[in-house]
C-alpha cells in the first residue's frame, strides 16, 4: 500500500522527521511505497528518492501546494514528466509572484498531475474547468467531512484518504509543538489549536490506517489504484547551459578553434605535438560527451574579471588552461585530466573559478542578468545547531534571558564565549549524551527537545557560488524561489541539483585574489613597474627560500600554523613541493606526513607495489592527492575509470560504509586476480582510507599553489604594499593586529591614521604602511566618504577646519584623536587638548548662522589641562585600533615580568628539550580531536620577537582551555620540542596575565 499525503522536516517547521526516516519507518509498518508532498516545496526530493531505493520502496514524487491568502491547500502528485514540470512551474510562481492564487493558478498547469484537495470551492470550481480533481480525506472520517464526502459523491468526484502525517511517532507531538512555538515566534503556552497539527497526525501502520477508513471501501481501493498509476521518476539527463554562436558554428566546432586559438596564446606557434595530442583527446572527449557549451559560457563568464582562479579538477584540462579558465599548465604539472571528465563518467563537469572576494556578487549578477529566467542560485538549508536549538527552545518554554544566557554558559560542551564563531572550542553538532549536569526542571526537558532539533532544516539559504544556467526558462526544470536579497534560487542544494542533471558553475570569492590586486595597484601608484604578463613567482629563488622557511604569514593557503610548520620541516620552497604540502595537510595523514618528511630528508623507501610505482614516485610514495585513490585502483585492481572515480567520491560522503564495502570487495577480488599479496591490499587501501573526509585533487592544490606563490613572492620583495593589502582585505588565519606584529618583524614601520593623508584602506610604501580609515572603529562610512571629499578640494588646515568640513559625529571625532589621526595637523598636541577643542564645538555649533565664525574664534583659550599617562595614551589607541602602533602589546607586560625568568619567543629553539616558561599574546588556534575522540589543541602565540606553536594535548586542554582566548597575553610552561627543524611548545602549565 502507499502512504499519501506524508511531509517531512523538509515541511519547514511543520515536519519532525527526514526523507529518510521516514522511508526507513514506512517500510517496517509494512508500507510498499511512499508519497512525499512535503508543503510548497520539493527541497527534499532528491534525498526522499535516494532513501526509497535504499529501502526498497515505490517513490511517488509530489508536494502540498497552498494559498497564502485563503488557506486552501492541495496535493500534487506527478505522474508524467509533464506533470512534474507543471509541478515545478506551479511552486515557482507559489514563491515568486505575490497575488499567487491557487484557484487560478493550477488550471491549465494540471496536466500530467494528479490533484487532491480537500476544499469544497476547489473542487467543484476546478471540476467545472476540466481538471480531473480528487477529495482528500483527511486522517480519519468525521462529521467535519461528511460535508465533502456528499459533495464528491454528487458530483462523481472519487475520494481518496491520506496518511496527513508530519511526524513518526506519537511521542514526536512534542517536538511539533516546539517547532511550531519557535515558527511563529510564541510560547508553547500561547499556541492554539489551528497552529499546530492534530496530536495523530503520525505514520500510522496500513492495517491501522485501514481500519480507520473501514467504513470507506471504495475510498481505500481508490488509493490502491492511485498507487499503482503513480510510477513516475524524474529524468537525470544532462541539462546544459545554453550557448549560441553569431557565425552559426555548432558548439563542438567554435570550442575547437576557441582552444586551438588560445593554446597558441600560451604555448606560441607552431603548436608542440604533444600539446597538440593533448588538446585532441580532450576536444573528443568533451563533444563526445557534449559538454561544448559548458566550456564556453565559463569562457564567457571568466573574461568579467582580469583575475581568476580557476581550480578543482578542471584545472587539469588543457582546453580549459587554453580558454584562459584556469592558470596551471596541466601538461608540464603532469595533472591527471581523467579526475576531471571521462568518457565513461557521468556526472557532469564540475569547474570552480575562484574571483576576487569583493568583485564575485557582481560577476553574480551580471550572469543572472545576462540569462535572465534561464539561471538561478543552488540553494543550501540552515540548520539548527546546538547552542541555536538549545536557545531557541528555552524560549518558548518562557524562559528569561539572562537565566537562557547562564544556563548555556555553564554547560561543559558550550563553555567559552566565543565558541562557534572562532573555532576554539570544539564544534559539536548534536548535543552529547549523557554529559547534562543535574539542572532544575524544565531545563532537562529543554535540552531533550533541542537534541531533536538538532540538525532539523530550519530555512532555506543560497549556497556560496553555485550558480545553474538552464536552455530553457529555469522553472521548467527546478522549482524556483526569491532569496532575500532578490536573486533566484532553486529549491536544491547542490547534490541536488547534480542529481536532476543540472550543471553547476562555482563562482567562489578568494580574499587573496584581492589582497594580490590591490598590491599590485599599490605599487603602480607608488611608481613602480610592474608586469604580471611576465610574472613568474614560482622560479623567484629569494621568494622560494622565504617559503622553505615557513615565513608565510599572509599568503593565501601557506599561512596556517599546520602548514607553515610543514613548510619549515621539509625545507623545501620550490612549485613542485608546495602543491605536494597543500594537499597533504589533512586530518586523516599525520602518519603519512612524517614519513613523507622522513623520505624527503634522505631517508630510504620502496615503492608500496610496483604496480603503483609511476603512480607515487612524484610524492615520495605516498598517496596525496584523491585522483592517486583512483589511479591506484585501476592499476593495482583493474577498475576502469569511472570506476576508481566513483570509489574516490563515495569516500567523502557521510553514508558511506555499505558503498565502501563493496567496493573493498571488488578492490580485494581485483587485486588478487593481479596477483598482489593480502599484506600489500591492505596496506594500499589504508593508504587511501586516509583521504577519507577532505583531500584535494591535485590540479586544485596546484592552482592554490600559484596563488601561494603570487602572494609570498610579494610578500618578499614588497612587503609594505603586501602586508597594508592583506590587512585592508580584512581575511586569514590572523587578526589585525597579528598582521601588524608580523609587518614590524619584517622592519616596517606603522604610520597612524592621517585625515590628511590615509585613504580607506591601507597603503604601503618603501619600509612605511600606513594605517586606512577603516581600521578606526566608530568611523562611519558616510564620514569617511565626507573626509575624503572634503580633502580632495583642499587639506584640512587643523582640527576645527575638519570639524568644519568633515563633520564627523562626535564619537567618531573622539576616536579619531585617540588614534593619532590630527598628528600631522597638530604635531605633538596633547589629545585632552583636542578633546577640549571638540568638547567647545559640540557646545557652541548648534547655533545656526554661526558655524564660519566659530572656527576663526580663538578667544576661548584652553583651560590648564593635565598630560595624558602614557599608559592610558596606549589604551586608548588600542580601543579604537584593536592593536599598536609602535608596540608589541607584550612590550607592556614586559617592566613586571622582567624577574621571572621568562624567555622570549626568539629564544625558545635553543632549549630542546627542556622546560622553560615563556611570555605571548594568543593570536590564534585550532581545536582537533584525537584517535580517542579527546578535544585538544594547536594553539599560535607570538611577542615582538616572533611566533610560537603550542600543542595543548587533552590534559593541558581540559586544565586551561576556559581561560584561553584571542588577544590575550599568557605565561607558557612546557617542554621544547624539535621536529625536523621545527619548534613546538608542548603546554604543561598556563596562566593568563
Known sequence: MLALGVRSNYSLMWGTASPGDLCRKAKELGYTGLALTDTDNLYGLWEFLRACGQYHLKPCVGAEVTDPASGQRALCLVKTGRGFKNLCRLLSLRHTDSEFSLKQALPGRHTGLV??????????????????????????????????????????????????????EPGDYDLHRVQRAVSLNTSLSRLEPGDMAPPDAWLASPQRFCQRF????????????????????????LIMPPWSDSLGRSAARALRQRAFDGAAFRYGSPLPEKVKERLEYELGIIEQ????????????????????????????????????????????????????????????????????????????????????????????????????????????????ADEIKRVMKGLPWLRGAAEECTGMYPKRPALPK??????????????????????????LSVHVGGLVITPGPIQDYAPLEIAPKGMPVIQWEKEGAEEAGLVKIDLLGNRSLGVIRDAVANLKANGCVFCEATWSPEDDPKTQHLVSQGKTMGC??????????????????????????????????????QEYLHRIHGGEWEPIHPLLKDILDETYGIMVYQEQVSQAAVALAGFSHAQGDGLRKVMSKKDKKKALDDYWQRFLTGAFKKGVSREKIDQVWRMMMSFAGYSFCKPHSASYARVSFQAAYLKRHFPAEFMASVISNQGGFYS?????????????????????????????????????????????????????TAREQRPFGGFDDFLKRARPEQDEARALIQAGAFESLHPGEEPARLLWQLARHGRIAPRQGR?????????????????????????????????????????????????????????????????????????????????????????????????????????????FHMIMDWNHPYILEGVVDENFGAVTLTISGCKRL
Not at 531545563?443 to 533541542?450: H, K, S
Not at 619584517?746 to 592621517?754: A, D, E, M, N, Q
Request: a positive charge.
Open 434 to 459: 549523557g554529559a547534562t549536569p543535574k539542572l532544575p526542571a524544565p531545563w532537562p526537558e529543554v535540552l531533550e527537545l533541542a537534541q531533536g532539533l538538532v540538525g532539523m532544516p530550519r530555512h
Open 851 to 959: 558655524a564660519d565664525s566659530l572656527f576663526t574664534n580663538n578667544s576661548l583659550e584652553a583651560p590648564p589641562l593635565p598630560r595624558t599617562p602614557p599608559l592610558e595614551r596606549l589604551r586608548r589607541e588600542y580601543a579604537v585600533l584593536g592593536f599598536l602602533l609602535a608596540k608589541h602589546p607584550m612590550e607592556i607586560f614586559r617592566p613586571r615580568l622582567e624577574k621571572q625568568n621568562l624567555l622570549k619567543t626568539c629564544e625558545v629553539s635553543e632549549h630542546i628539550n627542556q622546560k622553560v616558561r615563556v611570555a605571548a599574546w594568543l593570536i590564534t588556534g585550532k581545536t582537533v580531536s584525537t584517535s580517542k575522540h579527546l578535544p585538544m589543541q594547536f594553539l599560535t602565540f607570538e611577542d615582538e620577537t616572533g611566533l610560537l606553536e603550542t600543542v595543548f594535548f587533552p590534559e593541558a586542554y581540559r586544565r
Open 556 to 593: 593565501f593557503y601557506i599561512e596556517s600554523p599546520a602548514t607553515r610548520l610543514l613548510q619549515e620541516k621539509a625545507a623545501q620552497g620550490d612549485y613542485e613541493h608546495m602543491v605536494i604540502h597543500s594537499s597533504i595537510i589533512r586530518p586523516a595523514a599525520n602518519t603519512y606526513i
Open 115 to 168: 490533484v487532491l484537495t480537500g476544499s469544497l470551492d476547489l473542487l467543484l470550481n476546478w471540476q467545472k474547468k476540466g481538471v480531473p480533481v480528487m477529495a482528500c480525506l483527511p486522517r480519519r472520517p468525521s462529521q467535519q467531512n461528511h460535508r465533502l464526502r456528499q459533495i464528491a459523491k454528487e458530483n462523481d468526484i472519487p475520494l481518496v484518504p491520506v496518511a496527513g502525517s508530519f511526524f513518526l
Open 289 to 400: 560527451k557534449h559538454f561544448s557549451s559548458y566550456f564556453l559560457v565559463v569562457e564567457d563568464i571568466v573574461k568579467r574579471s582580469p583575475r581568476i582562479c580557476g581550480r578543482g579538477s578542471g584545472a587539469a584540462s588543457l582546453v580549459a588552461y587554453s580558454l584562459g579558465i584556469t592558470n596551471v599548465c596541466p601538461i608540464k604539472y603532469n595533472l591527471y585530466f581523467e579526475r576531471f571528465i571521462n568518457p565513461q563518467r557521468e556526472d557532469p563537469p564540475d569547474i570552480d573559478i575562484d574571483f576576487a572576494w569583493d568583485e564575485r556578487d557582481g560577476v553574480i549578477e551580471s550572469v543572472l542578468e545576462q540569462y535572465k529566467g534561464r539561471s538561478a542560485m543552488v540553494a543550501t538549508h540552515i540548520l539548527f545547531q546546538g547552542r541555536m536549538a538549545i536557545r531557541e527552545v528555552a524560549k518558548v518554554y518562557g524562559l528569561p
Open 736 to 788: 589585525t593586529g597579528a598582521y601588524v606584529s608580523e609587518a614590524r618583524r619584517l622592519g616596517l614601520f606603522i604610520l597612524p591614521p592621517c585625515v590628511n593623508q590615509s585613504r580607506l584602506r591601507w597603503t604601503g610604501q618603501g619600509d612605511k604602511v600606513r594605517v586606512g580609515l577603516m581600521s578606526v572603529k566608530g568611523l562611519g562610512q558616510k564620514t569617511i566618504a565626507r573626509l575624503i
Open 214 to 237: 473501514e467504513t470507506l471501501p471504495r475510498a481505500l481501493k481508490n488509493a490502491r489504484t492511485l498507487g499503482d498509476q503513480l510510477d513516475f521518476t524524474p529524468n537525470r539527463d
